[in-house]
């Protein structure tokens, strides 16, 4: 737990900021200002400019001064509260139940053909329940593996006794790996991408592998050669599985077919690839310099996300409403930031740098920026009070990518982010009342 100024400074939720600087804006940066000419993808690329590194800037001390000035998290919870006792008994079974109507909503998902809902403009709506559902539960299940694991890492970091408090929360950590495990087979059966496939393969492993999960501690040992070329095995298998059938679906082409025309076309996946993991970077560059400009209203950005909250408050309350022109803040930014709009219900998240220039002036923006890091700072820095390695950082920053998409999100019901972000709160408050009650 983070208590002062050298504590924040090495502390895990730190190292994942900076991981996510890495790979949300400066890794990007690198390689499409040194390695590629940027012409594969339609979007606006600006470059960098005065505007983009003030704000980039700003954002980071920002940062670091919120979490200077805001150290100490109480908290006191005694084994003998009721209530408490019984939120943890209830949500237990709760999860259980939730993951098992995952697997069936997720198998429906699975042999109805839904997985190309997003490029398919013959799914209908009377395939829309099964697709919301298994999205919604998708969701709260990313949440869910994150806390699983960060939690497990807690546990498996500390020496567990013989003590009947130690047996039970050994009892209660492995029926929580059987709920994890539920989780990832829904996501197996909902993968609809590259990017879910990867993510599915991911915490698949994770979950399972005890000789990855060190990794997270100890980083890469060169004196452990057999855990060297363990990781490194799983993570070129786990890159080109999730590539392979993720591409296999997108374009509607055999796994053999993916893989053949990526030995003809190796620089040119490579290349979209790069520009496809940077458009978080192209949306903080253009809109630094859109908003710095004073191109963009603020009142329509608002106007656009309160018109998606209205529609699904609508519907949810049985109203007729129309269909608002652009869903949400990331099908607006869609048609903003690509040159080439072709896809009409597409989106296209303009991360947490992109989405704070949307709603706020150039020089408030970094503070929202900033107090919504924070949040996760704090709470990964109240949860993990042991050492993890710079290599557990970039995993966990890998596996908070939902976080990082669209903060305006948060504002829809029944939307990936909004759910997301309830289940990032409400299961960070079980897990810690779970595990200090055991």
Request: charged share 15%.
């Amino acid at each position: 737990m983070v208590k002062t100024k050298h504590d924040f400074f090495n502390s895990f939720g730190l190292k994942v900021f900076i991981m996510y600087l890495i790979t949300d804006q400066l890794l990007p940066l690198f390689l499409n200002t040194f390695l590629f000419e940027n012409i594969i993808t339609p979007w606006k690329k600006v470059g960098v400019s005065l505007e983009y590194v003030i704000a980039l800037i700003l954002s980071v001390v920002l940062v670091v001064i919120i979490n200077l000035l805001s150290l100490k998290f109480r908290q006191r919870l005694t084994r003998k509260n009721h209530i408490l006792n019984f939120f943890k008994y209830l949500t237990d079974k709760v999860l259980i139940v939730q993951a098992l109507i995952f697997i069936a909503s997720a198998t429906v998902f699975l042999l109805t053909n839904l997985a190309n809902y997003r490029y398919d403009e013959n799914i209908g709506a009377s395939s829309s329940g099964i697709i919301m559902l298994s999205l919604i539960l998708k969701s709260v299940f990313l949440a869910y593996l994150f806390w699983y694991l960060m939690f497990l890492f807690k546990f498996e970091s500390r020496i567990v006794g013989h003590d009947s408090r130690d047996q039970k929360l050994t009892k209660w950590m492995a029926y929580q790996k059987k709920v994890a495990n539920l989780a990832v087979v829904g996501m197996f059966l909902t993968i609809n991408g590259t990017m879910t496939t990867f993510t599915s393969l991911f915490f698949a492993v994770l979950v399972n592998s005890v000789s990855i999960r060190k990794i997270i501690y100890t980083g890469l040992d060169k004196k452990n050669i057999f855990r060297l070329f363990y990781s490194g095995f799983w993570g070129i298998a786990v890159f080109f599985i999730a590539f392979g059938l993720g591409e296999s679906i997108k374009r509607s082409l055999s796994v053999s077919d993916v893989f053949l025309s990526l030995g003809t076309k190796l620089s040119w996946y490579f290349s979209w690839m790069s520009e496809r993991l940077s458009v978080w970077y192209y949306s903080a560059t253009y809109l630094a310099d859109k908003s710095y400009s004073g191109n963009i209203s603020y009142i329509q950005m608002w106007d656009v996300a309160l018109a998606g909250l209205n529609y699904r408050l609508g519907k949810l309350l049985g109203l007729n409403v129309d269909t608002p022109i652009y869903h949400q803040l990331s099908h607006y930014h869609y048609f903003d930031l690509s040159g080439n709009p072709t896809l009409m219900d597409a989106g296209a998240s303009p991360g947490v740098l992109g989405s704070s220039l949307y709603l706020f002036p150039f020089w408030i923006a970094p503070l929202f920026f900033a107090v919504y890091i924070s949040i996760l700072i704090k709470l990964v820095n109240h949860t993990v009070d042991f050492k993890i390695s710079w290599i557990g950082a970039f995993l966990a920053c890998m596996m908070l990518r939902s976080y990082f998409l669209d903060p305006s999100g948060i504002l829809l019901i029944f939307n990936g982010p909004a759910i997301y972000f309830v289940a990032f709160f409400a299961l960070w408050i079980y897990f810690t009342i779970s595990f200090k009650l055991r």
